[in-house]
């Protein structure tokens, strides 16, 4: 094969994130709203809202709302030194759970974040009360928009699937795609065009070698 990247399995909804899986260094950047909970020396500078003017070695004061990327986030928090707390984003809080309960195939996820189920999972590091409410929502949301996925995936056999697969996070165009590769294969099958199957290269030099040594 020639293709330039060969996938990688996404360990985004286990504990931990793959770091050889594009998917996952994608979601591990994506911004996570903080608070400060001590004042941090020397970073006042970094940002440019609080640290216009600043002496370099200024602080970063005790309360400060920052948004950072999930890989740093993760990095800081701690329970016991309580150096930042989390903020659930808007796409996660109470009122867009009720949203995704009621109808979850009307929403958009992909314009709420390309990587809602992963960057989800991984929300569930830090210690949060609605911990549970927020992997029930994940789940149900997923089941609910499973079936759907998949029936167009099956019904769209030589058609432009762009408008289809618009509104997917990444994990759903996965399984979009995949849908579409069985119904091609399907397809083709049916039509006598399926490949034939043949001994492996590995099969093929291991027999040349053998009648090397043979001859020899």
Known sequence: MSEAYFPV???ALG???????????????????VRTETALPRLGAFFVERGAGAEPDSALPQGSKLEL??????????????????ELPKIYQEGWR?????DANVVDLHKMGPHFYGFGSQLLHFDSPENVDISQSLLQTFIGRFRRIMDSSQNAYNEDTSALVSRLDEMERGLFQTGQKGLNDFQC?????????TASSLVQNYKKRKFTVMED
């Open 15 to 33: 504990p931990e994130e793959n770091f050889l899986s594009l998917d996952d260094i994608l979601t591990s950047q994506e911004k996570l709203p």
């Open 9 to 11: 399995a996404s360990g």
């Open 69 to 86: 990327p999930l890989w740093l986030a993760k990095g800081l928090f701690d329970n016991k030194r309580r150096i930042l707390s989390v």
């Open 98 to 102: 009720t949203v995704f309960s009621a």
């Open 189 to 197: 099958w049916e039509k006598g065009q399926a490949s034939q199957i």
